[in-house]
């Protein structure tokens, strides 16, 4: 399983460093590449230049929520397909309202566990296969 995406993009959005780092090192034995970023609105002006292959989202960003950030990729038929993971802590996941969630190609609690971090990911890429290649959430079209 390690290495096995080396031709993959990570887009992670974080606005704490130490947390942006912490998923970049749990992702690295897959050989991915990384793009990151600390707001929503600079993780949009990205995925204009260039495209990733899975989006890693904190749901509480300084500037959009999770959900505005979802509904922004989901409007561009481009993008819709990008699977999105989002991360918060229970309170934030808490309030996040159910049809949202499902959207996602799957939410995790913080602190986040290295291994299932890098088991979801490894999932959800190895399985993609349609608008996203959604784990617990639903695909949309």
């Known amino acids: 399983m390690l290495s096995r ?6 887009l992670i959005i974080e606005p704490n460093d130490i947390a942006r780092d912490q998923y970049r090192s749990a992702l690295k034995p897959l050989g991915c590449s990384f793009i990151q970023t600390a707001t929503g ?3 949009l002006a990205i995925v204009e230049q260039m495209m990733p292959d899975l989006v890693i989202t904190e749901l509480m960003l300084p500037d959009l929520s999770g959900v505005d ?11 819709r397909v990008v699977p999105i993971i989002a991360v918060s802590n229970a309170d934030a996941q808490a309030q996040l309202p159910p049809a949202a969630a499902a959207e996602f190609a799957d939410c995790l ?13 490894s999932r959800i890429l190895g399985q993609e296969s349609g608008p996203r290649a959604s784990g617990t959430g639903t695909a949309r079209g």
Not at 112 to 119: H, Y
């Open 5 to 10: 995406l080396r031709h993959t993009t990570l």
């Open 41 to 43: 609105a600079s993780a």
């Open 69 to 79: 950030l979802l509904n922004a990729f989901d409007a561009n038929p481009k993008l």
């Open 109 to 121: 609690l913080k602190p986040i566990d290295a291994l299932r971090l890098r088991a979801v990911v």
